[in-house]
Every structure is written in C-alpha cells, then in structure tokens.
C-alpha cells in the first residue's frame, strides 16, 4: 500500500505562484505514472498534469505553459509548479498514483488533497 500526502495549498491572488508537494510512502513503486487531479465544488476531477516512470510529462491544455511538474525519486515526492494562477484554478488538488497517466482506474491510490484558492 502506498501512502499520499500533499501539502503546499493556498490562497493567492490571481498571477500569484503556489507549489504543491505529495511525498509517497509505504510501498511506492517507481513505475508508477504520478498524476496532479483537482475538483471545483460541483464538478468532477480532472487530470492536471502527470509523469510517467520513463519521464513522460503530460498537461492539460487549461494550465499548459503556467504549471511544471516534476519529481525528486530519491524523495519520492512529486512537485506542482503552479504560475499565473487564475480564478479558474480554484479547487482541491490531489495527487494520485496510477498504471495510467491522467486516468483514474480501481488501482490508483489518492492523497487527501490539498486546498488551493485564487482569488481576482
């Protein structure tokens, strides 16, 4: 079983910078794909962003050129780079280990999620 833990939310204004961390623990397996999600109230979770074991990165096209991710294995943390924040961006962001990049299947594991609020 593998352990998620994010932290790094906030609120900031809009154009503000935010990163958010998720330290796996327990058994975490380096082929796994590890994703960013999020939910604004009222909607469903999407995929942010997510990187494959081989160092595939993936974006969504709404945070493309204004979110980085990356992680530091020896950490096993995953990072979110969030710039340019918008209103839009307002919502829970969690991270999520998976078989499948930005896809949520019976097999991934959540974190609890972290807050992160913009406002204009």
């Known amino acids: 079983q593998v352990y998620l833990v994010e932290s790094g939310g906030g609120s900031v204004q809009a154009g503000g910078s935010l990163r958010l961390s998720c330290e796996a623990t327990g058994d975490v397996y380096s082929g796994y794909c590890m994703n960013w999600f999020r939910q604004a109230p009222g909607q469903a979770r999407e995929g942010v962003a997510a990187?494959?074991?081989?160092?595939?990165?993936t974006y969504a096209d709404s945070v493309k050129g204004r979110f980085t991710i990356s992680k530091d294995n020896a950490k096993n943390t995953l990072y979110l780079q969030m710039n340019d924040l918008q209103p839009e961006d307002t919502a829970m962001y969690f991270c999520r280990t998976e078989w499948q990049c930005m896809e949520i299947t019976p097999l991934g594991t959540w974190g609890q999620g972290t807050q992160v609020t913009v406002s204009s």
């Open positions: 990187i494959d074991s081989d160092g595939t990165i």
